[in-house]
T-cell receptor, first 113, second 115 residues
Framework: ELKVEQNPLFLSMQEGKNYTIYCNYS?????LYWYRQDPGKSLESLFV?????AVKQEGRLMASLDTKARLSTLHITAAVHDLSATYFC?????????????FGKGTHLIIQP | NAGVMQNPRHLVRRRGQEARLRCSPM?????VYWYRQLPEEGLKFMVY????????ESGMPKERFSAEFPKEGPSILRIQQVVRGDSAAYFC?????????????FGPGTRLTVL
C-alpha cells in the first residue's frame, strides 16, 4: 500500500522567513503533485513533478523531486501572509496513464505578519 | 472554459436517507475521480471512472456507496442509508484522456452533513 507522509503537519512562521515542507512516499513513483487548499475551498494545482531531479518554481514557492530518496520538498522563500493555506502532496503510482492519487495529510501553514 | 462543476455545494441529510452528488468534468476531460476528505485530513481516493465504465473502485466502501458516469450527463456518487460517519467533503476531479501524466483538476466539492 502506497503511503505518503508530510511533515510538518502544522507550521506557523513569520513573514520574510524561509521554510521547507517535506513529502516522503513509500513506493516507486516518478510523478508527484503539489496542491494548495484554502479553508472551505477546493484544491488548486501548484506543481507537477515528473522525473528525478525535477525542480519547478512559481513566485516564492519552489518544488523538487528526488525519486531515489522518494522525497519531494516544497520550499517557501521570504514568506508572505497570502501563502497561508494547507499544502498537500500527492503521488501517482500507476506508472503511466491515469489513476487515483494518494495524498498526504497536508501541511497547515500559517504566516504571521 | 468552465472548470469541474459539482452540485450541490452543501447537502444535509438525516440518517437513513440517500445522498446524490453530481460532478460534471471539465470540457474535453473523460476521466473522473471521486475523493473524500474528512476534517483535518488529506483526500482519500474512492473511485475512478470513464464514460460508462468503473476503472478502479478500490477506495469505495463495499456497502451503501456506488458511482456511475453515464454516456450522457454528469457523474453521480450515490450514498444510500447515510450515517453520521459519512459527513465529509466529497471532491470530484477530472483529467483528459491520453495525457502523459495525471494532473487532476478539482471541483469545489460537496459538503455533506448527516444529522
Amino acid at each position: 500500500e502506497l503511503k505518503v507522509e508530510q511533515n510538518p503537519l502544522f507550521l506557523s512562521m513569520q513573514e520574510g522567513k524561509n521554510y521547507t515542507i517535506y513529502c516522503n512516499y513509500s513506493t516507486t513513483s516518478d510523478r508527484l503533485y503539489w496542491y494548495r487548499q484554502d479553508p472551505g475551498k477546493s484544491l488548486e494545482s501548484l506543481f507537477v513533478l515528473l522525473s528525478n531531479g525535477a525542480v519547478k518554481q512559481e513566485g516564492r514557492l519552489m518544488a523538487s523531486l528526488d525519486t531515489k530518496a522518494r522525497l519531494s520538498t516544497l520550499h517557501i522563500t521570504a514568506a508572505v501572509h497570502d501563502l497561508s493555506a494547507t499544502y498537500f502532496c500527492a503521488v501517482d503510482h500507476s506508472g503511466g496513464g491515469a489513476d487515483g492519487l494518494t495524498f498526504g495529510k497536508g501541511t497547515h501553514l500559517i504566516i504571521q505578519p | 472554459n468552465a472548470g469541474v462543476m459539482q452540485n450541490p455545494r452543501h447537502l444535509v441529510r438525516r440518517r437513513g436517507q440517500e445522498a446524490r452528488l453530481r460532478c460534471s468534468p471539465m470540457k474535453g476531460h473523460s476521466h473522473v475521480y471521486w475523493y473524500r476528505q474528512l476534517p483535518e485530513e488529506g483526500l482519500k481516493f474512492m473511485v475512478y471512472l470513464q464514460k460508462e465504465n468503473i476503472i478502479d473502485e478500490s477506495g469505495m466502501p463495499k456497502e451503501r456507496f456506488s458511482a456511475e458516469f453515464p454516456k450522457e450527463g454528469p457523474s453521480i456518487l450515490r450514498i444510500q442509508q447515510v450515517v453520521r460517519g459519512d459527513s465529509a467533503a466529497y471532491f470530484c476531479a477530472s483529467s483528459p484522456q491520453g495525457a502523459s501524466y495525471n494532473e487532476q483538476f478539482f471541483g469545489p466539492g460537496t459538503r455533506l452533513t448527516v444529522l
